[in-house]
């Protein structure tokens, strides 16, 4: 005890004094909030990957509106092969040239059908043949007496 207490009279001999206790309580909670928080991701790294993920978001919401258009495309021409073959198969079933077709309207095949059959009111009447009508045709007496004869057997 030899030792004579000194008091310590600056802030630089305070500092002096208690800078080995200080630098052991920093290293000491420094090491205990490293444990506690091992594998969070820091606030920059959270930064850089929201960054990414909002490119990549931006990416992937253009190649979505591509897509649409693509779908909406290919559903239109879909629509117009559908309604086309609709069209010929109720012109066929009715008797209109395949060439008035494409004429026919409507959005649903009974439209479609409802249209064709007052298409064919006048594009396919009936037009008698003279050698099996009542009528007498003109030219050769010859040939007007066997149809004659003709059309008298088959009554």
Do not use: C, W
């Not at 045709?137 to 066997?146: E, I, Q, T």
Request: glycine share 4%.
């Amino acid at each position: 005890m030899s030792e004579e207490f000194k008091p310590i009279e600056t802030q630089e001999a305070f500092d002096a004094a208690i800078k080995s206790r200080l630098d052991r309580n920093t290293r000491t909670v420094t090491e205990e909030v490293t444990k506690k928080y091992e594998g969070y991701l820091s606030p920059d790294d959270v930064a850089k990957s929201n960054e990414e993920y909002t490119k990549q978001i931006a990416e992937l919401n253009e190649k979505l509106k591509g897509n649409e258009t693509t779908i909406a495309d290919l559903t239109a021409k879909n629509k117009a092969y559908e309604t086309n073959s609709a069209k010929m198969k109720i012109a066929h079933e009715i008797g209109i040239p395949f060439e008035l077709a494409d004429k026919l309207s409507g959005e649903t095949e009974e439209d479609i059908r409802k249209d064709a059959e007052k298409l064919a009111k006048f594009t396919t009447k009936a037009q008698p043949s003279p050698m099996f009508s009542g009528e007498k045709p003109a030219g050769n007496s010859n040939d007007a007496a066997f149809r004659e004869m003709l059309q008298n057997l088959k009554k």
